[in-house]
């Protein structure tokens, strides 16, 4: 009888602590959910983005391959007409030094002519040569004078074609220059903005890596955290037949003691024993619900983080509890009396130690560094139970400290004497 009041004593005793697990396992498993829903919306939002991105980033280097070419197929005509234009300016160079020649040639056969056909009119005068010679001579003067006048005229012609040529070719250049340049700042436009979109592309792409990262993290903690609620559930479960159990056992017992006292004596029949009380109505220093306002704060330090506030960026997320900075190693006392019913590493509080303080008062106290008590253990108020730590991802030593009414979350503001 006595092992089966003592069973059902504890199980009373961890069952609301269980319960409050199990509250809070299942609002951070909803919360999980949340958020795999909405980083998988995000993914697909930013999958839209970088396609998008991709597709100018096609389009713009596509038209850069194509002003690619034509730059190129400009630099062989520039190459051509340079080239056509050294060829003409050296013919212009030989007809140049051909037609100065040809001129001095010219003005000596002038000259020349000139002073022979002097003599030979007055050698024909004098001499009284034929007339018909005389004739034939001047002839030949003639078609000799016409011949060279021709020649340098078909010089001169040709001298002003290569001039136009040469100007035109030199247009022609001017052109394909500044078409060349045109395209040539087109291009750098161009590559400035790939430049930009890759970088675009760059950052969608780690952006998204980090969200798959994320998503993956955050399904990994829903699976986790699906098997601690259900192991809690099944543990409850467990406890409540374990309970049931022992009460129809020490029922059993009580009613056979009555009646073996009831047939060994002549007495009154005696009224059946009021119901057993549980460990949930035990008090350790006091009631804790008179505590309220009274409370020391469990280490000395600057409040973080209050009760209600929105924690971190995401704004469904609220504390229920409050993060007090202190230095590493400080000392975590009992801000009353109770029993450890928790004293382990729980993922998102790091090392936790849980008080029990009775009628379904709940202390936490996380991110510990070390832990001094073990569950089971009973203290008393101001004992030191744990020292400030960083534990469970905390990137600064800090204490997180909570207090649970029947399961639900409470201010610990307004159980705990202002500090000065």
């Known amino acids: 009888m006595l092992r089966a009041l003592i069973t059902l004593a504890i199980v009373c005793l961890l069952q609301p602590a269980f319960a409050d697990e199990r509250a809070q396992t299942q609002q951070q498993l909803d919360a999980t959910r949340q958020d795999i829903t909405e980083l998988k919306k995000l993914l697909g939002k930013l999958q839209e983005e970088k396609s998008g991105v991709q597709k100018d980033l096609r389009g713009t280097e596509t038209e850069m391959g194509k002003l690619e070419k034509q730059v190129q197929e400009l630099q062989k005509e520039l190459k051509k007409s340079e080239s ?12 140049q030094s051909a037609r100065v020649e040809q001129q001095r040639l010219i003005a000596i056969q002038a000259r020349a002519a000139y002073q022979n056909g002097r003599q030979e009119y007055l050698k024909l005068l004098l001499n009284q040569q034929n007339p018909e010679r005389f004739a034939r001579t001047l002839t030949y003067y003639d078609y000799l004078s016409k011949a060279r006048l021709e020649q340098l005229k078909s010089f001169n012609e040709t001298l002003r074609q290569l001039a136009n040529v040469e100007q035109e070719i030199s247009q022609q250049q001017a052109q394909l220059l500044e078409q060349k340049s045109s395209l040539d700042t087109q291009r750098s436009e161009l ?82 024993p009021g119901p057993l009380v549980s460990s949930a109505g035990v008090s350790y220093g006091g009631p804790f619900a008179s505590s309220r306002g009274k409370l020391p704060w469990p280490v000395d330090g600057r409040l ?37 019913v928790f004293a382990d590493w729980l993922r998102g509080a790091g090392l936790l130690v849980i008080l029990d303080h009775g009628n379904g008062y709940l202390s936490l106290y996380g991110h510990n560094q070390t832990l001094l008590k073990a569950a089971g253990d009973v203290v008393k108020a101001g004992e030191s139970i744990s020292t400030v730590g960083n534990s469970g991802g905390q990137g600064s030593p800090a204490l997180y400290f909570a207090i649970r009414q029947q399961g639900r979350p409470s201010d610990p503001a307004k159980w705990c004497r202002t500090q000065g």
């Open 84 to 95: 056509e234009l050294e060829r003409l300016d050296a013919e212009k160079k030989k007809l």
């Open 191 to 272: 590559d400035k903005v790939r430049k930009e979109r890759q970088q675009a592309l760059a950052t969608l792409n780690k952006d998204v890596k980090a969200r798959d990262t994320k998503l993956k993290a955050r399904q990994q903690d829903q699976a986790d955290l699906a098997k601690v609620l259900k192991t809690i559930e099944e543990t409850l479960a467990r406890q409540a037949r374990e309970a049931e159990q022992a009460r129809q056992k020490a029922l059993i017992a009580q009613q056979e003691a009555q009646k073996k006292r009831q047939s060994e004596t002549d007495a009154p029949r005696t009224p059946a």
């Open 304 to 340: 973080l983080a209050r009760f209600g506030q929105t924690r971190g960026d995401d704004t469904r997320a609220k504390w229920d509890g409050v993060m007090i900075s202190a230095a590493a190693g400080s000392q975590v006392h009992a801000v009353h009396g109770g029993r450890v």
